[in-house]
């Protein structure tokens, strides 16, 4: 069953529980330019590495994608390592990953692709999100919120957070 939604005046398909791992694959699949995605948690695990070899597939493609990942000050919060490890393995394709700032939590979860589509909810990239819990998400068409997310993401950049304090002190 797939339940239509109105967003914004967007159409929007509501993504349950082990229908995301489908729907991320097909949107990364689909890209063309530009896969963004920001992630509160992501482990290794079964699902997770689909997503992972779709996104180095959509690199080899010439599409770019970038990942921005939460990290915490705490060097044995468990978010942290186990994104350091996942940072590891994108890079490991190609991929572009960046940490958030550390003194603030980004638990954002989305996926964007192409600056037009967004896949927004709950769904961590862990086994347990993708095989086990019951989560909800958002696949969304919308050119003016995608590029409104894209940018709220890059803003978010480690270096970027980095760059606003210094001239902040100055």
């Excluded at 914004?8 to 509501?14: D, F, H, N, R, V």
């Excluded at 086994?127 to 709220?152: C, D, F, G, Q, T």
Aim: charged share 30%.
């Amino acid at each position: 069953m797939t339940l239509v939604l109105l967003w914004a005046g967007s159409a929007g398909q509501l993504v349950l529980d082990r229908e995301y791992l489908p729907k991320a694959a097909e949107l990364i699949g689909a890209a063309r330019k530009s896969v963004v995605v920001c992630m509160f948690m992501w482990t290794e695990g079964e699902g997770v590495g689909e997503i992972e070899r779709c996104l180095g597939a959509a690199v080899k493609r010439g599409v770019a994608v970038e990942v921005l990942l939460e990290q915490s000050d705490d060097r044995n919060d468990e978010v942290t390592e186990g994104n350091r490890k996942a940072a590891s393995r994108l890079r490991s394709h190609g991929v572009q990953v960046a940490f958030d700032c550390p003194d603030r939590r980004t638990h954002i979860k989305a996926i964007i692709v192409d600056s037009r589509t967004i896949l927004l909810g709950s769904h961590n990239l862990t086994y347990s999100a993708l095989r086990n819990n019951n989560e909800v998400s958002v696949a969304i068409e919308s050119p003016e919120m995608a590029v409104k997310l894209e940018n709220r993401i890059r803003e978010l950049r480690e270096d970027v957070c980095s760059k606003q304090e210094q001239s902040r002190s100055r």
